[in-house]
């Protein structure tokens, strides 16, 4: 979605490394960039105004010419305005005091309500919630089975008394819903509503009433993230007729630029609350402004991948895994190896997954090739093999390769690859669990290599050398004895900092400067 900004702004950051001082032409040209890239990507004019104006005015400020590198100082800058603009902290849903919460949501028809809707509830679902879903959308021709289509993939009840296509009170369903829960005990209602081709009026008040009748505790206003700045001027036009609480985004997925999501929190004052980025159930998530700016500007979203990891790995798995590894990774099989695959395939797409980590924007065309089906074909070429070749894959022999390739429809060659990659990964991984690190990096603490590079190093070292005249050789011995006596005391143990016995760091007479850090005696 942000493909495109990302890429201007690093391009823009790029020209200032290296520079020890701004200038007031540095900068002007940085916001032009700036400025030029947001209205690529179709972010509103006044946001970008607006954003520009707070950017130069911090930037010709002290906190960027006293900086030692002015241009990080411009990113800090631009990445903390950025969150601003994108709604500042992360915006939790309200419950309701007494259940049950009532969740209702708004929109243009083919935003993805209802779909939305499914995943919204899934999402409280996995809160430890029981939600229930409202066809209120009873005008559009098989929105009622859409809804329940979709509560059943999400695993999730729906309230549809109503037909739909035509037949039926939205807003008396709506009202009957609310009792409905409270009487079979779910806490979070969700009333999908009808959605509208264009400000319908008419359809603007059965919003209206809905809103009335059920006294809704969010009214969230789903806005595609394809649309671009059309989507100020809906969100407007809604705050206007049904006045939402906070703002959804759907499709974020899309190869749109990417404006409004830069736009709407900003012009109609409502932050975004959650992010669709994918047609399953669990392509669903909180919006957070903080992680969505460090995306746009390439930093990766680590927390959210750390999040989603935590999901889908189970913590007595990773730890049945890692005792496997530090008995040197022998006992780690190939149906480990599978199953630590399918386990990352549940986390969602491996091109996602590598774009959530840091510095992952300058190799993004190659991700963007990474075929996930790869990782399913490794799979059958696995799954094709016995128990016992699983488990001791060195029994794997030419005949035995051949009938796997077979089996799993796939070269020779693409198993052998396979079993090659397996033995290289099991070995990487046995040495970073043994705490020897990644191989090949060498004088880093906990990194392989380096003790025994740097001992190896030193063996072959000539050291202190001897004269070999017994007259210079006597004077020279005679001479370090006078020195080490000379130096008993402080070489004396328990003399800290490399001082003598009896002297601290209170003997030191230090500079003004660092004098004046210390707290007062």
Not at 88 to 102: L, M
Not at 131 to 154: I, M, S, T, W
Not at 238 to 248: A, K, R, S
Not at 294 to 302: C, N, Y
């Amino acid at each position: 979605m942000f493909d495109t900004l990302s890429d201007r702004l690093a391009a823009t950051f790029k020209n200032l490394r290296g520079k020890g001082r701004l200038t007031e032409a540095d900068i002007d040209a940085t916001a032009r960039e700036i400025r030029i890239a947001l209205l690529e990507a179709d972010v509103a004019l006044p946001v970008v105004r607006a954003f520009i104006k707070q950017v130069k005015d911090r930037a010709l400020g002290a906190e960027v010419s006293q900086a030692l590198n002015p241009a990080q100082q411009i990113v800090k800058i631009v990445n903390e305005e950025l969150i601003a603009i994108l709604g500042g902290e992360t915006r939790r849903v309200r419950f309701a005091k007494q259940p049950p919460t009532v969740i209702m949501l708004a929109g243009l028809q083919g935003a993805g309500k209802t779909t939305l809707a499914g995943k919204l509830g899934h999402w409280l679902k996995q809160q430890k919630h029981t939600p229930l879903l409202v066809a209120c959308d009873l005008q559009r021709p098989n929105a009622v089975n859409q809804l329940k289509v979709v509560g059943e993939r999400a695993g999730v009840h729906v309230f549809a008394p109503e037909p739909g296509n035509g037949v039926g009170d939205p807003v008396q369903v709506a009202r009957d819903s609310v009792a409905y829960a409270r009487g079979k005990q779910y806490d979070v209602v969700i009333v999908d509503t009808a959605g509208r081709l264009g400000i319908d009026a008419e359809l603007m008040q059965q919003a209206a009433d809905i809103r009335e009748a059920v006294q809704p505790d969010e009214v969230l206003f789903v806005v595609d993230a394809m649309i671009g700045q059309d989507a100020v001027t809906t969100a407007q036009a809604f705050l206007d007729g049904v006045d939402f609480t906070g703002v959804v985004l759907s499709k974020l997925d899309g190869d749109a630029r990417g404006g409004a999501a830069l736009s709407v929190a900003h012009v109609t004052g409502r932050q975004i609350m959650f992010a669709s980025n994918g047609e399953k159930v669990d392509d669903f998530d909180a919006f957070h402004p903080d992680r969505m700016a460090s995306r746009i500007l390439g930093m990766g979203d680590v927390l959210t991948l750390i999040e989603q990891a935590e999901r889908t790995f189970s913590q007595a798995e990773a730890e049945k895994m890692a005792s496997k590894l530090r008995g040197g990774g022998k006992e780690f099989t190939l149906d480990d190896f599978l199953g630590q695959l399918e386990q990352v395939r549940k986390m969602g797409s491996i091109s996602k997954l590598l774009g959530m980590l840091p510095g992952m924007g300058q190799i993004r065309e190659q991700i963007n090739n990474i075929d996930d089906r790869d990782v399913d074909r490794v799979g059958a070429i696995i799954k094709s093999m016995t128990p016992a070749e699983r488990t001791d894959p060195k029994i794997i022999n030419g005949s035995r390769r051949a009938r796997i390739a077979k089996g799993s429809g796939v070269s020779v060659t693409e198993v052998n690859n396979l079993v090659e990659r397996f033995f290289e990964a099991r070995k990487m991984m046995a040495r970073m669990a043994g705490g020897q690190g990644i191989p090949g990096m060498p004088g880093m603490p906990g990194m392989g290599g380096g003790p025994k590079r740097q001992a190896k190093k030193q063996g072959k070292g000539k050291g202190k050398q001897r004269s070999g005249n017994p007259l210079k050789r006597a004077a020279e011995e005679k001479a370090a004895a006078e020195r080490r006596a000379a130096g008993g005391a402080a070489a004396q143990p328990g003399g800290a900092f490399g001082l003598g016995a009896g002297q601290g760091p209170a003997d030191f007479e230090l500079p003004k400067e660092f004098r004046d850090l210390l707290p007062p005696q």
